[in-house]
C-alpha cells in the first residue's frame, strides 16, 4: 500500500541556517510524483517543488531543493539559509497509478524559525 | 500556477442550516478536489472531479456533496451543518505531469458548526 512518512512532528532551526526536513514513502509503481507543500498559519496550502520518479536531477526552486533517493525510497527537503517567513507546517505528499492518481498525504513537520 | 479562489474564508454557523462552500479556478483545469483538514493534520480527500458532470467521493466518508456543472465551479454542500463538520476545507485544482498532476490550493474555508 501507498504511504508517506514524515518523522519529524516538529523541529527548531535557527534562522540562516540550513534544514532537512525527511520523508520517506512507499510504493509498488515506477512511475510516480513526489511533492512538498508548505503550509502556514494562514491556512493556504502552498506548492513547493515536484520531483518526477524519472527525473534524474535533483528538482530545485530557489531555496528549495528535493534531496531525491530512489533506492531509499526518500525525498527530503532542504531549505537554504531559513528565514523568519519559513515557519509553518511542511507536508510531503506522493502521486501514483496504485494510490487511483491521488495524493497520499504525509503527517507533516512543523518548522520553527528562531531568531 | 493556479488562481483559484475559495469563499467564504470563514464561517461561523449554527446546527441544522445548509451551507455552500465555493470554490473557482481561472485556469482551466480539469481536476478538481475538496479536501477536510482538522488543525496541524494531515488532508483528507472528501471529493473529486474529472471534469464536468463527473464527481467522486475520496477515501473519507463525507456527509457533504459537490457538483461539477461548469468547469471553473466546483461547490460544495451540506444539507445539515453538524459540530463534527467543524474543520477546515480545502479546494485545489490540477496540472498535468508526466509522473503525477500539480494540486494548487485555494486559501481554504475555516468552517465552525456551534
Known amino acids: 500500500a501507498q504511504k508517506i512518512t514524515q518523522t519529524q512532528p516538529g523541529m527548531f532551526v535557527q534562522e540562516k541556517e540550513a534544514v532537512t526536513l525527511d520523508c520517506t514513502y512507499d510504493?509498488?509503481?515506477?512511475?510516480?510524483?513526489l511533492f512538498w507543500y508548505k503550509q502556514p498559519s494562514s491556512g493556504e496550502m502552498i506548492f513547493l517543488i515536484y520531483?518526477?520518479?524519472?527525473d534524474e536531477q535533483n528538482a530545485t526552486e530557489g531555496r528549495y531543493s528535493l534531496n531525491f533517493q530512489k533506492a531509499r525510497k526518500s525525498a527530503n527537503l532542504v531549505i537554504s539559509a531559513s528565514q523568519l517567513g519559513d515557519s509553518a507546517m511542511y507536508f510531503c505528499?506522493?502521486?501514483?497509478?496504485?494510490?487511483?492518481?491521488?495524493?497520499?498525504w504525509g503527517a507533516g513537520t512543523k518548522l520553527i524559525i528562531k531568531p | 500556477e493556479a488562481d483559484i479562489y475559495q469563499t467564504p474564508r470563514y464561517l461561523v454557523i449554527g446546527t441544522g442550516k445548509k451551507i455552500t462552500l465555493e470554490c473557482s479556478q481561472t485556469?482551466?483545469?480539469?481536476?478538481m478536489y475538496w479536501y477536510q483538514q482538522d488543525p496541524g493534520m494531515e488532508l483528507h480527500l472528501i471529493h473529486y472531479?474529472?471534469?464536468?458532470?463527473?464527481?467522486e467521493k475520496g477515501d473519507l466518508s463525507s456527509e457533504s456533496t459537490v457538483s461539477r456543472i461548469r468547469t471553473e465551479h466546483f461547490p460544495l454542500t451540506l444539507e445539515s451543518a453538524r459540530p463534527s463538520h467543524t474543520s477546515q476545507y480545502l479546494c485545489?485544482?490540477?496540472?498535468?505531469?508526466?509522473?503525477?498532476?500539480?494540486?494548487?490550493f485555494g486559501p481554504g474555508t475555516r468552517l465552525t458548526v456551534l
Open positions: 485545489a485544482s490540477s496540472e498535468p505531469r508526466l509522473a503525477g498532476d500539480t494540486q494548487y
Open positions: 485556469m482551466g483545469h480539469d481536476k
Open positions: 472531479s474529472y471534469g464536468v458532470n463527473s464527481t
Open positions: 510504493t509498488s509503481d515506477q512511475s510516480y510524483g
Open positions: 520531483q518526477g520518479s524519472y
Open positions: 505528499a506522493m502521486m501514483a497509478s496504485d494510490s487511483n492518481y491521488q495524493l497520499i
